[in-house]
């Protein structure tokens, strides 16, 4: 699961649903992403990441296992400015 990307969403949107709408992909699309079942595509990843205004390697690459730490760090970072 990407716990990233629906943390963010979560805090940005009321809900998946309305974050779906508001960036033109499908719900089950934007589900099956967080649940790992589809791989976002290229443009997927961009409008997702500018949505969120989140870094697209910090939402997508399965190398940062530390991702949520880095998250909420940049989400603190954002607050303080």
């Given at each position: ?17 309305d974050f779906a ?21 290229a443009q997927e ?5 500018k949505m969120l ?29």
């Amino acid at each position: 699961m990407n716990l990233v990307l629906k943390i963010a969403i979560l805090e940005n949107f009321r809900s998946q649903s309305d974050f779906a709408m508001t960036c033109g992909i499908k719900e089950q699309a934007i589900s099956m992403i967080i649940r790992g079942r589809k791989t976002a595509t290229a443009q997927e990843k961009e409008t997702i990441s500018k949505m969120l205004r989140v870094p697209e390697d910090l939402l997508f690459d399965p190398r940062q296992s530390n991702g949520v730490k880095i998250y909420c760090e940049l989400k603190t970072k954002e607050a303080c400015l």
